[in-house]
């Protein structure tokens, strides 16, 4: 893991653990916490055309949502002891032997 | 950024710009995925008491999920011109401030 | 349709067309509405372990999101001209013909 | 409560208990379940622009999922003891009284 994201891990382990919410934070809660930060982040973009949109402010609101999801996955990645970085470049290595399925189904639409 | 996490981000726009997938890639679009991503880590502990009733197989299931949620987050922080890990150490940052008010929230229940 | 369907939909849609909000109520929009009540109804039940941590005020609150989600249900069922009762009665028809395929996989977990 | 809707809850709750699914039919697991079938409303909407990129099978589809969502509705609402229609006609009438703040905010917009 790079020692970047070691560190933000180990910060976010720490502000866990001076609160004592360790308890709280099994994979089952901490998932459906991963899927309300997601809405928050959805929710700036409702009754919204497209990106053209989103106002400064907006965007300032969207980085701290995306940083809310960020949170709760590395929170799940540090339990079920993963680097963030490895499983995405693994599920990516999996997408591009995927990747000429998925490019069909596009041309048929 | 870290150098790791800057090479994830590179294969990651590399794999989309290969297929032309940039015009599909607005925040917009990119929000609802991440949605949807996290959803389908919410899936793995549909009808489960708790993170005993999580097999192996659910487990490497969890992990390719979170890869999902994790590679849109990193698309719209890419298009939002942000690390990552400095957006996650921000709203840490901003929840140490916040912290009391929500020790006093629990402290009540 | 039931009377008291068309009755609580029609007002729906009064409540809609007089503020005129028409235009925003698009499928796809109303999709995002969707999700983002649904995420409302989770977030009563984050860090609960089960339902007796549901307090009368959680019920409460509980009643009036999952309004929201019926809300958007039914907003999304007038624009495609469907009855409400009559799709879930369809999907339960077809339930019940899949229902043993169901039973096998819960067999084997 | 409407005859329809009654009916169309007794069918739902035979299904459940045929099966015997109760005991996985907690508020807790529901709301999750709900969550989940809100999900699949919006996958529909994944890349898509606007409502005149979806297909007749996509609307078919979207009535099925739609379904789910209500199903789920209706099992809360049956285990809260709240009649569907009911509760949405008191969040319309709480709306109602609200709508003046909201049209404040979208006039600024």
Redo the contacts between chains.
């Keep these: 893991?790079?020692?970047?994201?070691e560190k933000?891990i180990a910060?976010?382990i720490a502000?866990r653990d001076q609160?004592q919410w360790q308890d709280?934070h099994?994979?089952?809660?901490l998932?459906?916490?991963?899927?309300?930060?997601?809405?928050e982040?959805?929710?700036?973009?409702?009754?919204?055309?497209?990106?053209q949109a989103?106002t400064q402010q907006d965007?300032t609101e969207?980085?701290?949502e995306?940083?809310?999801?960020?949170?709760y996955?590395?929170y799940?990645?540090e339990k079920?002891k993963?680097d963030?970085?490895e499983?995405?470049?693994?599920?990516?290595a999996?997408?591009?032997k995927r990747?000429w399925q998925f490019?069909q189904k596009r041309g048929t639409k």
Tied chains: 1, 2, 3, 4.
């Design positions: 893991m790079s020692t970047e994201t933000v910060d976010l502000f609160r709280f099994t994979l089952t809660n998932s459906r916490a991963l899927g309300l930060e997601a809405s982040v959805e929710k700036i973009f409702l009754w919204k055309e497209n990106d989103l965007k969207l980085k701290f995306l940083a809310d999801v960020l949170t996955a590395y799940m990645c079920l993963v963030p970085n499983i995405v470049e693994a599920k990516l999996q997408n591009k990747h490019e």
